[in-house]
């Protein structure tokens, strides 16, 4: 019982074992550097008008066209 108590203590401290948190897409985003950005202000641009075509109005384009802008402002002046 020992063992295996000191073997997760030492997998946990060690960053082993399963990795069960994933980063979200926003965090994702802000750190894709200049190029990640770019590719989001497109998208973003692109799903917003695709939606307007077929009168819906999405929320989310412009945020993810904010997210976009930001990485591609911390990549241009290369902030991590």
Excluded: C
């Excluded at 590719?39 to 976009?68: E, H, K």
């Amino acid at each position: 019982m020992a063992r295996v108590r000191a073997r997760q203590v030492e997998e946990r401290e060690s960053g082993g074992g399963l990795q069960t948190h994933q980063p979200s897409l926003e965090h994702r985003v802000l750190n894709g550097g200049m190029a990640g950005g770019a590719l989001a202000m497109l998208i973003a641009v692109v799903w917003f008008a695709v939606g307007l075509m077929n009168d819906w109005v999405f929320f989310y384009p412009p945020i993810l066209f904010i997210l976009g802008l930001i990485a591609f402002i911390k990549g241009l002046t290369g902030e991590e």
